[in-house]
């Protein structure tokens, strides 16, 4: 079992930045993707940024690319997304996810077995 657990979200400006930290506990050691989703009132639940176990890869959705950076502390075991630029339309509840599974959909969020309660990200005009 993996345990997750999301910090740094607020309201900021367009314009601004936030640093999402995602902590993760248990047996992490057993995971191989770790990944940044959003979901906006009405909308379904879009990845947005993905890395493998140890930072080998990255992935980002169309919309954030060149804004948001996601990295992993392996020596703390944090998960981090950070985001530049921000718009009204980043605005969202935000969920660290972790799969155990190599081969998967990496944007897919059933491919996730593993979710945090999720942190609050408002950008407002």
């Known amino acids: 079992q993996v345990q997750l657990v999301e910090s740094g979200g607020g309201s900021v400006q367009a314009g601004g930045s936030l640093r999402l930290s995602c902590t993760t506990s248990g047996d992490a050691t057993m995971t191989f993707w770790f990944a940044w989703f959003r979901q906006a009132p009405g909308k379904e639940r879009e990845g947005v940024a993905v890395?493998?176990?140890?930072?080998?890869?990255?992935l980002y959705a169309d919309s954030v690319q060149d804004r948001f950076t996601i990295s992993q502390d392996n020596a703390k075991l944090t998960l981090i997304l950070q985001m530049n630029s921000l718009k009204p339309e980043d605005t969202a509840m935000y969920y660290c996810a972790a799969s155990s599974r190599s081969g998967i959909d990496r944007f897919r969020s059933d491919d996730y077995a593993y979710w945090g309660q999720g942190t609050q990200v408002t950008v407002s005009s």
């Open positions: 890395i493998y176990h140890g930072g080998t890869a990255e």
